[in-house]
C-alpha cells in the first residue's frame, strides 16, 4: 500500500526515524525528509537517494502523500502547519509505525524502562540466525546489521517499543515483553503510578492469544493489572518459568550461567556482554524465541554471538596502549549502577567516569539518586547537562550534582568543554585506568576524542 508513495518525513535525521524510512524505502515508496542538522546519519540516507533538506521549508509538503514527524516537532513548524493546510495525511512517528505493524503477522515488541536495545538486539541477533522472514527496527545501531533496521519479510517484525509520551500504545503487538517498570521520563508521566497505567494498558493492547513476558524479580512490572492472555515469567531471585542460576563472571566481567524452564534445565549461556542486568535481558530474550519455536542450539548461537549495541557499555579501544575506553548510553540512575557494576569487574588501576545528564527535568528530578551512584566511580567528571528538548526552567546547574558527590567523594569536577575533558584526561589519566562516558547526549565523544578516532 506505501508502493510509489511520497512520504515526508519531519525530523528524519533521528536513529527511530531514519529507521522508519529507510524500510519504507525498502517498501518502494519515495522518501524525503527535513533535520535541523546534518549528521552522519543524513549523509547515508542521502547516498540511498533521499533528498533531505537541513532546516524547514513548507514546500517540501506539496508533492507527499504522507507526513511523519517526530514527538518533537511543534504544531508551529511551518512543514506540519503546511501539510495541516493541505490536508496531507499526518502521522506522529509512533503512530506511524503502528500502522506499519498491522502490515506483519507477528510482532514483538520489546518495552521497559531499561534494556529494550540490547534485547531488542539479542532476538534479533537469534531471529537472522534462521530462515523466517524477519524485519527489525532497534533503537541502536546492531553491528550484525550494521544498522538500527533490517527488511527481511512480513512474518515477523521485530520491534524496541518506548513508553515515552504513550509512543507504544499506537502499536500492535501479538508477543510483548516488560523488562521492567522505573521511574523515568517524569516530565511527561509526572509519578510512578502513571508510568504504571501506561504499561498496563500496553499489555491490554494483546488479543487474547498474544503472549506477555514479564520479569518476575521487578515489583513494579508485577504489581500491573494483566489482561487475559498467555503469560510467561523469567527472573534470578523468583520462582519464574525461566530461571538463571550458577551464575559466574569471567574476569571482564561476562556472565555464564544455566537456563531452567519450568524447573528443568535447558541451556547454558555465555555473554558477550558486561553485567548481572544482560543476565536478565538474556533470559527475556530467551523466553521471546522459546515461545516462537525456535531451536535451542540456534539460540544458544544468536546471544553467544551477541555482543551489544552501539553506546551500551561499547568498548572504543585503548588509549596509550593499557588505558581502556568505554562508553554507556545509561542515563538514569538505575542504569548508571548497572554500568558501574559491569565496570568494577573488569581489572583496572582506577575508573574515570565521564557523566553528561540528559535533559533539565531529569537532572532535577534525580538529582540525588545520581550523586549516590557516581560518588562509587574512583573519579568523576561532570559534563555541561544535554538539554536535547528542554530549556532550564528547572534552576539546575552541573555544580549542584558536583556538591553532592564532593561530600563522599573528592575526587569530582566540572568540566565545560568535551575539549577541556580530553585534555584533563590526558594529563592524568594512569595506566590500567579504566575510562567510561556515560549519558545519552553526545559525551561520547569524549571517548572519540581521546582515541583520536573524532
Same mark, same amino acid.
Given at each position: 500500500?506505501? +508502493?510509489?508513495?511520497?512520504?515526508? &518525513?519531519i525530523g528524519i535525521g533521528g536513529i527511530s526515524m531514519s529507521g522508519i524510512a529507510e524500510i519504507m524505502h525498502t517498501f518502494g515508496s519515495h522518501i524525503t525528509g527535513s533535520d535541523m542538522q546534518y549528521s552522519n546519519i543524513i549523509k547515508s540516507l542521502e547516498e540511498k537517494g533521499m533528498k533531505i533538506t537541513i532546516g524547514t521549508d513548507a514546500h517540501n509538503i506539496d508533492k507527499a502523500d504522507i507526513v511523519v514527524y517526530?514527538?518533537? $516537532? @511543534?504544531?508551529? %513548524? !511551518? !512543514?506540519l502547519k503546511r501539510a495541516r493546510e493541505l490536508n496531507k495525511p499526518t502521522f506522529e512517528r509512533a503512530e506511524f509505525l503502528g500502522e506499519l505493524t498491522k502490515e506483519y503477522k507477528h510482532v514483538l515488541c520489546i518495552s521497559g524502562t531499561h534494556g529494550k536495545s540490547t534485547t531488542t538486539g539479542m532476538i534479533s541477533s537469534v531471529f537472522l540466525e534462521t530462515e523466517l522472514p524477519t524485519t527489525i527496527q532497534i533503537g541502536a545501531i546492531l553491528p550484525k546489521i550494521n544498522a538500527n533496521f533490517y527488511v527481511g519479510g512480513k512474518d515477523y517484525f521485530i520491534m524496541e517499543a518506548c513508553e515515552y509520551k504513550d509512543s507504544f500504545l499506537? &502499536?500492535?503487538?501479538? @508477543?510483548?515483553?516488560?523488562l521492567n517498570i522505573d521511574d523515568d521520563h517524569l516530565d511527561y508521566f509526572k509519578n510512578l503510578d502513571n508510568i504504571k497505567a501506561s504499561f498496563t494498558k500496553y499489555a491490554h493492547l494483546l488479543p487474547q492469544d498474544g503472549n506477555l513476558i #514479564? %520479569?518476575?524479580? *521487578? !515489583?513494579?512490572?508485577? @504489581? #500491573?493489572?494483566l489482561p487475559k492472555v498467555n503469560v510467561y515469567t523469567y527472573g534470578i531471585d523468583s520462582d519464574a518459568d525461566l530461571k538463571a542460576q550458577n551464575i559466574t563472571f569471567d574476569e571482564l566481567g561476562h556472565p555464564t550461567f544455566d537456563i531452567y524452564y519450568k524447573k528443568e534445565f535447558y541451556i547454558s549461556l555465555h555473554l558477550n556482554v558486561l553485567g548481572k542486568h544482560n543476565i536478565y535481558n538474556a533470559l527475556a530474550a530467551t523466553l521471546m524465541c522459546l515461545i516462537h519455536h525456535i531451536d535451542k542450539e540456534t539460540i544458544i548461537k544468536g546471544i553467544n554471538n551477541y555482543r551489544g549495541v552501539e553506546r551500551r &557499555?561499547?568498548?572504543l579501544g585503548c588509549y596509550k596502549? %593499557?588505558? #581502556?575506553?568505554? *562508553?554507556?548510553?545509561a542515563h538514569h540512575p538505575t542504569e $548508571?549502577?548497572?554500568?558501574?557494576?559491569?565496570? +568494577?569487574?573488569? +581489572?583496572c588501576h582506577q575508573n574515570w567516569a565521564i557523566f553528561q545528564s540528559h535533559t533539565f527535568s531529569r537532572t +532535577?528530578?534525580?538529582l540525588e539518586e545520581f550523586a549516590e551512584v557516581l560518588k562509587n566511580f574512583d573519579n568523576v567528571i561532570i559534563a555541561p547537562i544535554y538539554p536535547a528538548r528542554e530549556t532550564n526552567i528547572y534552576n539546575v546547574k552541573e555544580s549542584d550534582l558536583v556538591d553532592l558527590i564532593k561530600k563522599d567523594n573528592p575526587h569530582v569536577i566540572f568540566i565545560p568543554t568535551f575539549e577541556e575533558i580530553v585534555t584533563f584526561l590526558k594529563e592524568n589519566v594512569q595506566d590500567n585506568d579504566l575510562v567510561i562516558t556515560v549519558g545519552a547526549g553526545p559525551v561520547n565523544e569524549v571517548g572519540l576524542k581521546l582515541l583520536g578516532k573524532k
Open positions: 500500500m506505501y +508502493k510509489d508513495k511520497t512520504i515526508h &518525513f517526530t514527538a518533537a $516537532i @511543534s504544531e508551529d %513548524n !511551518e !512543514e499506537s &502499536f500492535h503487538p501479538t @508477543s510483548a515483553i516488560i #514479564l %520479569n518476575m524479580d *521487578d !515489583e513494579n512490572t508485577m @504489581s #500491573l493489572e &557499555f561499547e568498548y596502549d %593499557n588505558i #581502556l575506553v568505554y *562508553d554507556d548510553y $548508571i549502577a548497572s554500568t558501574y557494576n559491569s565496570a +568494577k569487574r573488569i +581489572k +532535577k528530578e534525580h
